[in-house]
Every structure is written in structure tokens, then in C-alpha cells.
């Protein structure tokens, strides 16, 4: 259990392209967290530095209290599911489970009833023994979770883990981590382009855009006050629409000649702090 | 592109021409060993229909010559590739792996060391061995053909990294993993045909060396089963029953490695061409 806090956190990678810039975030404990955004706006990056598998050019990232810019990745007790779930070929879905919990040096009886218990919440029980290319692409994501679940890390990350399901597995995959988070309780940073995902799973969500954080806040908040154009444009499905209209007197829209509306009380206020 | 029917017939005629070319002396040392010797002097050629015989691999099994060559080749063969796959495998995942000015600079001298006929590099590693005081032993044919060989089983093993994610190694070190088990419990295993190439080609390569061991080990010394042939031509006139023997129960060996290895063995060779 832990909180993850990013303060200035800055990627630069060779050649001077700013993957992520100045970026200030805390994250609480037991939080899901979601880092959205189009390609290339550096939310994957976040996520790798906080993994330990980027280096950070500046500021610092801590997990619980530590700060964990020299630590490696061996060391910082997370937990990472890949996009392409990366389990280990050679090894069966036990063998995949356990090779963490074998670094951690623990008895072979607490291995096996580790990974027994979190086989059965995955219900892989059946599948125990297999290799995963006998394995459809539902179960190998499965095993992914069950593997980063059994280690009990202080933080999950999660790299686009649904992205190569098909559409209806997604969605139902998408409940299934989001409960069993809750269950757990463990802090989660779950990196996605799909602002759906995001909205529907994150307690918060934080939308990058060019590296640049935009706005952090709940699904609700930021379907309803986007902080700037590009945060309303992106988010909500079909998208929104923007077009510009005068105001008068710094409280009304002017819609046409005949007809006008009120601004919203937050937009009066905005409007007038100018 | 279609081409005229008889280009077509010559084709295939030329195809059979060619493989009859490199199929003949493998026929000929296959239908001579279980010929006996005066056979093999009137009809070469004959199949070995009513004086089928196994006495010349039976008489070449009892030559001492033949006994402690191929008992040398082995130990040499075997030494050097347990020096050589580990040491070059795990050189590969450095080189292949970290990006950074030494491993690029050690991956140039690695391909450098690719190029070099190992006649010319003879002469400067005896004088080496001669300084280590391993002139005439096992180590020192050992040791000179696990450095001789290193580079192309660098430059294997690199090829077929290139196919195997580098996802696995950073899913390793979150597990919490070290670099060098990463290397042995998780990318080793998985380089297997690339292993599997390595070793039949290097096995066949120190197995049919002959001026090394001739050189290294020094005929007074101790004899591999290449050198022994040698020396079973000069010293006991012309048997060709016996020699046909000993040259099959030379290429035994290797050919039973090969076997044993071979569906890896081309997937191995060419891994890493292209992204599985």
C-alpha cells in the first residue's frame, strides 16, 4: 500500500524530444489512477519511469514515502501488466505466477498457496499447467493480471492491458480489474488512449497531452468542466460541440439576434476573474 | 516471366547433374565401409550386395589410434563448447541488449574477430600459449577454439535476439530479478534454436579441425580422431577397408549431434531475419 507522487518530473530523451514536462501529480493510496491521452503525449513514459524502466531526466518520483529515482525496478515493489503481456513463453501459467514470488525468496508451500488463491479469484485453476501460447488471449490477459496480482506490490501499472482484446472482452475485462481493484485495494496507474476506459474505470483521471499534464480530476468533473478546449474535445463519445458566440455583458450568450442564454454560473465567474 | 518448355527440361537435368556431383563421394565412402578391402579395389563403385561387411568398422574400432582420437576429439569438442555457448551467449545479450558505446565498440571487434582465418591468428596464440604454459594440453586446444569461435556464436545468438521481446527482460526485472537471471531463466531458454545452431556447427567445426590440434597438441602428445586419420595413412600402408572404417567412425559423431539437434537447427540460423 502506497501513494505514488510525481513532482516536476521531467523525460527527456536523447536527440531533445520532451516525452513528459514538468509533471506534478499525487496519487493516493488504495486510488486508481488513469493517464489518457493520444499517442505520443508521454503517458506511457510516466508510466515507464515510474517503473523504473525509463530514466528520469528531472524531479523526482516517489512511491509511499521513498524516493525511487535510484532505485531499480527490481526494488521499487510494483507490479506491471504489458500491453502484450510479456509472460514468459517457456514457462506454464504456475511457473509465470511464481517467478516473482521465487525472487522474493519465499517457501515453496507459500508460493503454491499464493498462486493457488489468485488462480482461483482468475479462475485459471484449470489452465495451471499450461504454456501460454495454449492460451486464448482472454486467459494470457488473465494471467498477466494474476501474475502482477499474486506479488501483492505496493503499486500496479497498467500499460494499455486491454488493448488487444477483442471489443466485447474489453469491456467485460474492464469490470473485472476495476472490481478486483477495489478488492485488493492497491494504488493502480492504469495508462490508456481510450478516453471510454478511462472514464469509466479510474477514480481519477489525468489527461497528457504533447507531455504537458492538462487537467486531473474525477470522470464527472472533467466530462462537465474541462479545463480547455483540447480536454473537452477529447473526452466524451460522440465528441462535443464547440463553436464560438459572443457574450454581453459578461453574463449572457449571444446564440443569434433573437435568442439568448444565460452563461453558467462557473463561466461567469470565469469570465469575470479575466 | 514463363520460360520455353526446354529450358524447363534442362533445368532439372542440371539440378540432377549437380546433385550427383555432391552426392558421389559421401556414396563412395558409404558403399566402400562395409565392402571388404580387395572388393573395394576391384569395383569401387559396387554396392555392397553379397559381401556385405562389418569387419572394417570393427578392425578400425580396435586401432588405439582410433580409440584415443576419437576419446581426445571429444574431450576437446565438448570442452570448448561448454566454454564457448555460455561465454558467447551471455556476450550477445550484452552487446544486443545495452546501448552504449562499449557495447557497440565490442560488437565491431566480435565481427572483427569473425573475419580473421584462423591460420593467421595460429602462430601469435601459440606463442600466447606457450607464455601460459599450455602448449601441448586439452586446455590450450580448448581454450583457442572457444576464443576462435566466440565470435560467431556472438554474432548468432545477437541475430536471434533481436526476435525475443525485450518486454520479457523488463517484465523480469519488475518481477525483481537480477540481469544475469533474467539472462539464465528467462532469455537463455528461449534462444534454444539459436543454441541448438551454435552448437552443431561449432561441434562440427572443432570436431574436423586439424591443423590446431595438430599444432597445439603436437602428434607426440596426443592425437584428435582428424590427426589420427593422418596418421593411420602414414603408418600402416594403404588398408582402404580400414580406412574407410576409421572415416566412419570419424564423421559418427557429429553426424548423430546433428540429428539429434536438427529441427532446431534452421530456425536457429535464421532467427532474428525476420519478426516472428
Known amino acids: 500500500m502506497a501513494q505514488v507522487e510525481f513532482s516536476e518530473v521531467t523525460k527527456e530523451f536523447a536527440g531533445g524530444v520532451r516525452a513528459v514536462e514538468n509533471l506534478n501529480l499525487r496519487i493516493d493510496d488504495g486510488e486508481f489512477v488513469v493517464f489518457v491521452g493520444p499517442s505520443g503525449c508521454g503517458k506511457t513514459t510516466a508510466l515507464r519511469m515510474t517503473a523504473g524502466l525509463e530514466a528520469i531526466s528531472e524531479g523526482t518520483i516517489s512511491i509511499g514515502d521513498r524516493v525511487v529515482n535510484d532505485v531499480p525496478s527490481s526494488k521499487r515493489d510494483i507490479a506491471m501488466v504489458f500491453q502484450n503481456y510479456a509472460l514468459y513463453p517457456h514457462m506454464s501459467v504456475f511457473e509465470n505466477m511464481a517467478f516473482g514470488l521465487q525472487q522474493q525468496r519465499l517457501s515453496k508451500r507459500e508460493i503454491e498457496r499464493r498462486v493457488r488463491d489468485i488462480a482461483q479469484l482468475l479462475e485459471l485453476d484449470q489452465y495451471l499447467s499450461r504454456k501460454p501460447r495454449a492460451l486464448s488471449g482472454g486467459q494470457r490477459q488473465r494471467v498477466a493480471m494474476g501474475r502482477a496480482i499474486v506479488r501483492e506490490p505496493a503499486v500496479f501499472l497498467m500499460d494499455e492491458p486491454l488493448s488487444n482484446l477483442d471489443a466485447k472482452l474489453r469491456v467485460q475485462m474492464r469490470a473485472e480489474i476495476r472490481g478486483l481493484q477495489r478488492e485488493i485495494g492497491t494504488t493502480t496507474i492504469y495508462v490508456t488512449h481510450d478516453q471510454v476506459e478511462a472514464m469509466t474505470m479510474g477514480d481519477r483521471v489525468a489527461v497528457l497531452r504533447n507531455g504537458v499534464l492538462q487537467q486531473v480530476a474525477t470522470p464527472h468533473v472533467l466530462y462537465h468542466r474541462p479545463t480547455n478546449v483540447f480536454v ?4 466524451g463519445s460522440p465528441a462535443m460541440n464547440l463553436f464560438e458566440v459572443p457574450v454581453d455583458h459578461g453574463r449572457e450568450l449571444v446564440l443569434d439576434s433573437s435568442e439568448r442564454m444565460p452563461a453558467p454560473a462557473w463561466a461567469v465567474d470565469q469570465l469575470s476573474g479575466r | 516471366m514463363t520460360s520455353p518448355l526446354w529450358i524447363g527440361r534442362y533445368r532439372s537435368a542440371f539440378a540432377v547433374v549437380v546433385s550427383a556431383i555432391f552426392a558421389a563421394p559421401l556414396y563412395l565412402a558409404l558403399v566402400n565401409v562395409f565392402k571388404p578391402a580387395d572388393a573395394i579395389r576391384a569395383h569401387p563403385l559396387a554396392l555392397p550386395l553379397h559381401d556385405f561387411t562389418t569387419a572394417n568398422v570393427a578392425g578400425a574400432a580396435q586401432l588405439s589410434l582410433v580409440q584415443h582420437g576419437l576419446k581426445t576429439s571429444l574431450i576437446i569438442t565438448v570442452g570448448s563448447l561448454l566454454l564457448m555457448v555460455p561465454l558467447s551467449a551471455m556476450a550477445a545479450y550484452y552487446v544486443s541488449r545495452w546501448d552504449s558505446k562499449v557495447a557497440r565498440l565490442l560488437m565491431l571487434f566480435f565481427l572483427f574477430g569473425l573475419m580473421l582465418p584462423p591460420q593467421v591468428v595460429l602462430i601469435p596464440t601459440t ?28 554474432f548468432v545468438f545477437s541475430g536471434f535476439l533481436r526476435s525475443v521481446s525485450r518486454e520479457l527482460d523488463e517484465a523480469g526485472a519488475i518481477d525483481g530479478a537480477s540481469s544475469l537471471k533474467i539472462f539464465w531463466r528467462i532469455i537463455f531458454p528461449l534462444m534454444r534454436p539459436a543454441t541448438a545452431s551454435v552448437i552443431v556447427v561449432t561441434a562440427l567445426w572443432t570436431w574436423n579441425d586439424f591443423l590446431s590440434p595438430l599444432i597445439i597438441l603436437g602428434a607426440a602428445h596426443g592425437v584428435t580422431i582428424t590427426t589420427g586419420i593422418y596418421l593411420a595413412i602414414g603408418t600402416y600402408s594403404i588398408d582402404y577397408g580400414q580406412e574407410f572404417g576409421v572415416m566412419f567412425l570419424a564423421s559418427l559423431p557429429v553426424l548423430a549431434l546433428f540429428l539429434f539437434l536438427q529441427r532446431y537447427f534452421v530456425s536457429g540460423l535464421t532467427g532474428g531475419a525476420t519478426k516472428g
Not at chain 1, 232 to 235: H, L
Not at chain 2, 138 to 151: D, K, S
Open chain 2, 127 to 154: 606463442v600466447i600459449l606457450r607464455h601460459l604454459h599450455l602448449m601441448f594440453t586439452y586446455w590450450g586446444v580448448i581454450l583457442n577454439f572457444a576464443a576462435y569461435y566466440l565470435p560467431f556464436g556472438v
Open chain 1, 232 to 235: 473537452a474535445e477529447f473526452i
